[in-house]
C-alpha cells in the first residue's frame, strides 16, 4: 500500500533554511503521471500548497512562496525533498507531503502524518 | 489567483443530511475534490473528480459540482462525520483549498 512520512526539524529559527524529506513507499515517481507535492497548515487554518513535483522532474510552485522554495526528488531513495529559506514565525506549522495520481483526476489521496515546525528564535 | 469559498460551519442532526458548500467562479468548469481532516489527523480524501469516491469512503459521502457552487453532502451523519471539511481544485497548475468547514454533528 501507499505511505509517506515526513522528516525535518521540528524547531528552526528566523532566517533559516528549512530542509523536509518525505519518504515514500508503494509506489513509483518514475511512473508516468505520478507526483508528490507539499501542502502545510498553520495552527487553526486551512491547507496551503506549495509545490508539487511530477515523475518527468517538471516542478510546480506556489506563486506567493515560489522564490523561498525548491523541491527535488530521489527515485533511487524514494524521497522528495523541500527546502524553504528565510523562515519566519508564520511560517510555523504542520507540512504535509502527498501522492498525486491521474486516476483520481489530480486528487490528493495519499498524504503523510504531517511534520510540525516552530518558528522561534 | 483563484479563490475558493466555504461556509466556517454547518450543524447537522444525527441521522440527518449535511451538506458543505463551495463556491468559485466557473467551478463547474474543474475538478473538485473534497477533502476530511479530524482534529490531530492529516486530510483524507473523500471526493474526488466532483463525485466519485475512494476506496473504503461510505456511500452516505457524495459530490456535485455545477456552475459556481460544488455540494458535498453526507446523508446519515454520524458523530464520526464530525471534521473539518475543504475543497480542492487545480487552477491551471496551482493547487488551491477553501478555507474549510466545521461540520458538527450534535
Known amino acids: 500500500q501507499i505511505t509517506l512520512k515526513e522528516s525535518g526539524p521540528t524547531l528552526v529559527k528566523p532566517t533559516q533554511t528549512l530542509t523536509l524529506t518525505c519518504t515514500f513507499s508503494g509506489f513509483s515517481l518514475s511512473a508516468s503521471g505520478v507526483s508528490v507535492g507539499w501542502i502545510r497548515q498553520s495552527p487553526g487554518k486551512s491547507l496551503e500548497w506549495l509545490a508539487l513535483?511530477?515523475?518527468?522532474?517538471?516542478?510546480r510552485y506556489s506563486p506567493s512562496l515560489e522564490s523561498r522554495l525548491t523541491i527535488t526528488k530521489d527515485i533511487s531513495k524514494n524521497e522528495v525533498v523541500l527546502m524553504m529559506t528565510n523562515m519566519d514565525p508564520v511560517d510555523t506549522g504542520t507540512y504535509y507531503c502527498?501522492?498525486?495520481?491521474?486516476?483520481?483526476?489530480?486528487?490528493?489521496?495519499?498524504w503523510g502524518q504531517g511534520a510540525l515546525v516552530t518558528v522561534s528564535s | 489567483s483563484y479563490e475558493l469559498t466555504q461556509p466556517l460551519s454547518v450543524s447537522v442532526a444525527p441521522g440527518q443530511t449535511a451538506r458543505i458548500t463551495c463556491g468559485g467562479n466557473?467551478?463547474?468548469?474543474?475538478?473538485v475534490h473534497w477533502y476530511q481532516q479530524k482534529p490531530g489527523q492529516a486530510p483524507v480524501l473523500v471526493i474526488y473528480k466532483d463525485s466519485k469516491r475512494p476506496s473504503g469512503i461510505p456511500e452516505r459521502f457524495s459530490g456535485s459540482n455545477s456552475g459556481n457552487t460544488a455540494t458535498l453532502t453526507i446523508s446519515s451523519a454520524q458523530a464520526g462525520d464530525e471534521a473539518a471539511y475543504f475543497c480542492q481544485v487545480w487552477d491551471v497548475t496551482t493547487a488551491v483549498f477553501g478555507g474549510g468547514t466545521k461540520l458538527t454533528v450534535l
Open positions: 466557473d467551478l463547474g468548469s474543474k475538478n
Open positions: 513535483v511530477y515523475w518527468s522532474d517538471d516542478k
Open positions: 502527498a501522492h498525486r495520481s491521474p486516476e483520481t483526476a489530480g486528487a490528493m489521496d495519499y
